[in-house]
């Protein structure tokens, strides 16, 4: 650790690593929890952790917020990368957790500006992953509109030795078009009740895409990656605006769901995309909408962040106002619901974890979340904790969890810094 990263630390408590990346860091996403399958009898976990990075040039970083300034410099002088790092289980404490050195880097065709694992589990269960050979899959968005599917390999190096490492393996690419601009936010359909895969994206030219991920035959298959459908969703003034996040929603299969700069989040059907079925403009948020995630268990139930530093959280059948509303001290950029969720675990069940951009990072509770009710109320959020030490705009942030609450913390990571943090978020 360096003596500038010493200082940091004695400014402020509570992380327990800290790493500096070489290009600005822009995404910062978690996994599951995975066993080494080495054939030892060390079966320890490890979670795969994955900074993606964007970065315009060595003397002029452009903020990836400004999707103007990025379109309008030239594609060669972008890069980015996917920065992979496994967490090991500690063998006591959260507080040794650590980043440890990168297990693989992959050298990207543009800047990475955003990425998602894929989460659902097959026939809901918890104990196994669908995806292309067992292998866990992760898409990510380039600012050169392009998307892109790596599948994570576990790799023996040497059968005598049981040594392994890492790997990210391309899998899948779909490459922008000359009317989209950057992509700048996907998500996976995790919410199929059927065997399909599906990906939204959301571009910089005011458009929304949806993209089939199908697998030849068995689903062991390599996995292939096509448009099929593409529509204008937002304008700001006569002129396309930058639609910063997209998602599915749980519980209705054809619902996607935008938010953009003009101050909007709109609910599409996408059987008939010619308009919106819903429409929450600026009588409710006072800026750009930034972040939407659907909640991994509950029908209906989505967490919506906006540059006015607010945390909304709806209820899809009441969607004219919020059920509750939250500051979070700064411009929210990406919202983390709380890994248990995804088993339908009740009691973590409204704790989300928020990257909140200069205002730093915090950790929420919408109580009546927490609870075996399908009535959700009208009610005041908690802000449980927070974490400061970035010195720069905090845009990727995810939860470290490997099980219980002695064994979780968080991650998060800001852009003009390089920084990135694993931090104890009690």
């Known amino acids: ?41 060390n079966q320890s976990a490890h979670i795969p952790l994955i900074v993606g990075c964007y970065q ?12 103007d300034a990025a379109s309008s410099s030239a594609a060669s002088s972008r890069c ?47 104990d196994a992953v669908e995806c292309a050979n067992g ?27 049981n040594t392994t490492s890492w790997s990210l393996n391309h899998f899948a690419s779909t490459y922008g078009q000359n009317d989209t601009g950057l992509c700048l936010a996907l998500a996976w359909n995790d919410y199929l009740n059927n065997n399909g895969d599906q990906i939204v994206s959301s571009y910089s030219k005011g ?18 990656l096509e448009e099929t459908h593409r529509w204008n ?24 769901l935008s938010g953009a700069d003009d101050c909007s989040m709109k609910v599409w059907d996408i059987r008939q995309t010619q308009r919106p079925v819903h429409k929450v403009g600026d009588a409710e948020f006072e800026a ?18 906006s540059y006015d530093e607010h945390v909304r959280l709806y209820d899809y059948r009441k969607i004219n106002e919020p059920l509750s509303k939250v500051s979070v001290g700064g411009g929210v950029w990406r919202i983390k619901w709380h890994p248990s969720t995804w ?19 915090r950790v929420v509770n919408f109580p009546s979340l927490n609870g075996d009710v399908e009535e959700y109320t009208i009610e005041e959020a908690d802000v449980i904790s927070e974490f400061t030490a970035h010195e720069s705009m905090a845009y990727g942030a995810d939860w470290i969890s490997f099980g219980t609450s002695e064994l979780e913390a968080a991650a998060s990571c800001s852009f003009y810094d390089r920084k990135a943090f694993i931090w104890d978020s009690s």
């Open 1 to 41: 650790m360096s003596t500038e990263e010493e200082g940091v630390r004695e400014k402020y408590c509570g992380w327990f690593d800290v790493l500096t990346t070489p290009l600005n860091a822009c995404s910062l996403e978690t996994y599951f929890p995975l066993l080494r399958d080495d054939g030892s009898d």
């Open 56 to 67: 315009l040039n060595e003397s002029s970083p452009v903020d990836p917020e400004d999707a």
């Open 80 to 126: 980015g990368e996917l920065r992979l790092h496994m967490i090991p289980t500690p063998s006591t404490s959260k507080t040794e957790m650590q980043f440890g050195d990168a297990a693989c880097v992959l050298q990207m065709e543009s800047g990475v500006l955003d990425g998602k694992w894929k989460r659902r589990r097959k026939n809901n269960q918890s």
């Open 135 to 161: 292998t866990p899959l992760f898409a990510s968005a380039c600012a050169s509109g392009s998307i892109h599917i790596h599948g994570l390999q576990n790799n023996i190096n040497d059968s005598n030795t």
């Open 207 to 224: 458009k929304v895409a949806i993209h089939q991920v199908s697998y030849s035959g068995d689903t062991n298959e390599v996995p292939k």
């Open 233 to 256: 969703a937002h304008t700001l003034f006569g002129c396309p605006s930058e639609v910063w996040t997209c998602s599915f929603l749980r519980g209705a299969e054809s619902v996607v």
């Open 288 to 305: 750009g909408v930034t972040a939407i995630s659907s909640h991994p268990s509950l029908d209906g139930i989505f967490a919506v962040g």
């Open 343 to 361: 088993s339908g675990k009740s009691s973590c069940r409204g704790k989300l974890l928020v990257a909140a951009m200069h205002g730093g990072c």
